[in-house]
């Protein structure tokens, strides 16, 4: 009995040493990203190489606002993020009418919207660009946040978990008078918090991120994002890699900030997936 007590802590010790040795080994790249991002140009490539700026500098991120446009980047960027969680709801509207609504043809529309998770976005993207096109809103932020307010994989999801809502609840408020928008603010909602945050990051992600799309559509500098002015600036700045860390830095750490305040709800969504 001791004996196998002793090989089990010893297997524990194995586990996380791995553990922690692989979690060095995957920072490691991000450490060095950040680290870079406050040092001077030529303290970048310097032999040998330093993990922590020796002349810690903000000059970096100075010249990212200053002489890159990044204000611009980032306004966009944000707008493309505040209208992708406006369609966050929208698609949460919608599944929840595919859950708990009965309508005529609701499973062959519910089929339909699944069908189009099986075909690739860049398929779709020179069709949508030339109804845009026809509308006239080409070069317009309207072109660049409108196709992305309606996304099948997050109809999909809400569905799912709008289904575990049970009907009686619904009903229940329904009979104290309770009107449909009442119920799915109030009621609904707060219940698919879990869901909710992880559709919420994983918009985030997209918006900030968004890349292809906004290329695409707009040809005026004054409406590209983040992702594509950091990209311009790896064509402009080639050598420059203190300021082109700091250009990565500056798109990765939000990512990781908004992922910390959601993981307990994330954690809480898969307990209850296990109830369930």
């Not at 000059?59 to 966050?88: A, E, K, Q, W």
């Amino acid at each position: 009995m001791a004996v196998a007590k002793k090989q089990n802590k010893l297997e524990k010790y194995f586990v996380l040493a791995l553990l922690i040795i692989g979690g060095i080994a995957v920072s490691i790249p991000f450490i060095w990203m950040i680290s870079s991002s406050f040092k001077p140009e030529s303290e970048v490539l310097s032999i040998p190489p330093t993990i922590l700026p020796d002349n810690p500098t903000l000059d970096n991120y100075i010249s990212l606002f200053t002489g890159m446009n990044f204000t611009v980047y980032l306004r966009n960027t944000l707008i493309i993020v505040f209208f992708s969680f406006i369609g966050l709801l929208f698609n949460a509207m919608a599944g929840y009418g595919f859950a708990k609504y009965s309508f005529k043809g609701r499973e062959k529309v519910f089929y339909l919207v699944l069908a189009t998770m099986m075909i690739p976005g860049q398929v779709t993207m020179i069709p949508v660009y030339l109804i845009l096109n026809q509308m006239g809103l080409t070069n317009t932020m309207t072109g660049i946040v409108l196709p992305g307010l309606a996304v099948a994989f997050s109809i999909f999801l809400f569905r799912q978990f709008m289904t575990t809502v049970p009907d009686d609840l619904i009903e229940a408020a329904r009979l104290d008078g309770a009107g449909e928008f009442y119920i799915f603010f109030k009621l609904v909602v707060p219940i698919a918090k879990p869901i909710f945050a992880v559709q919420g990051i994983l918009t985030f992600i997209a918006g900030w991120n968004s890349f292809l799309w906004p290329l695409i559509i707009a040809n005026d500098e004054s409406l590209y994002t983040l992702s594509v002015g950091l990209s311009l600036l790896q064509g402009q700045y080639a050598n420059n890699f203190a300021l082109q860390m700091a250009g990565a830095a500056f798109m990765v750490v939000p990512i990781i900030i908004i992922f910390s305040f959601f993981q307990k709800y994330i954690v809480e969504g898969f307990t209850m997936s296990g109830i369930k």
